[in-house]
């Protein structure tokens, strides 16, 4: 019968999930901290995208200073970073970074992270905001990472999503507001050599949007 192999193949994943697992029955827990982000961390500045860019570039910004980064510390930290930020993990009155990094590991346990990092995602996910000050490799470059996404065309992209559709706030005026803030506290806080190699351009970019958006629509009032 030419399913008879298939069908041995199959119940042999059912009955062993060390196949699946890997050998010592470990999940994949990059594929369920990924498939969490993607699934539940939805908005337009600091949804699952952000998470992406973050991963993707505190890697590069590292690799360009020739430092070696614990990839696991950085991939739970880069997707995980701002998960109470969403529901049902945030908390009133707590700030995002602290309330992630208290339940982080809660998240990972169970998922076949290697749990004696654990401290060290909770160190990067507390201080990976621009105005808090990052201990280790993995909290420095994941804090540039974060810092740099706020500037450049897609700091311009990530706050004029947030823009309320239906005309409540923040409202076009507002989100150019929030703009004009981040380009003035961040660049000052991008710390790694490589990050700060980065900086003059994106707020050069960042500028010449605004310039051209107030010229466009009459110092923002036909925004």
Request: hydrophobic share 45%; glycine share 8%.
């Amino acid at each position: 019968m030419p399913n008879t192999r298939a069908r041995w193949l199959v119940i042999g994943l059912l009955l062993c999930p060390a196949l699946v697992a890997g050998a010592d029955g470990a999940a994949d827990w990059r594929s369920t901290v990924r498939q969490l982000a993607e699934r539940q961390f939805r908005n337009p500045a600091w949804g699952y995208s952000h998470s992406v860019r973050d991963y993707r570039v505190a890697r590069e910004l590292a690799a360009r200073d020739h430092v070696v980064l614990d990839d696991d510390v950085l991939y739970a930290a880069a997707f995980l970073h701002d998960m109470a930020a969403f529901a049902p993990y945030e908390k009133a009155d707590v700030d995002h970074a602290d309330e992630a990094a208290r339940i982080v590991g809660e998240t990972l346990r169970g998922t076949g992270f290697p749990m004696d990092k654990l401290e060290r995602v909770r160190g990067a996910i507390r201080t990976h905001m621009f105005d808090r000050d990052p201990q280790g490799p993995e909290a420095l470059y994941l804090h540039d990472a974060d810092a740099l996404d706020w500037l450049g065309a897609i700091g311009a992209a990530r706050i004029l999503g947030l823009v309320d559709p239906n005309g409540g706030k923040p409202d076009g005026p507002a989100a150019v507001q929030m703009i004009e803030e981040n380009l003035r506290l961040v660049p000052a806080r991008v710390l790694s050599p490589a990050g700060r190699s980065q900086v003059d351009a994106r707020v050069t970019e960042l500028r010449d949007f605004l310039d051209r958006l107030r010229r466009e629509t009459d110092s923002l009032r036909d925004l």
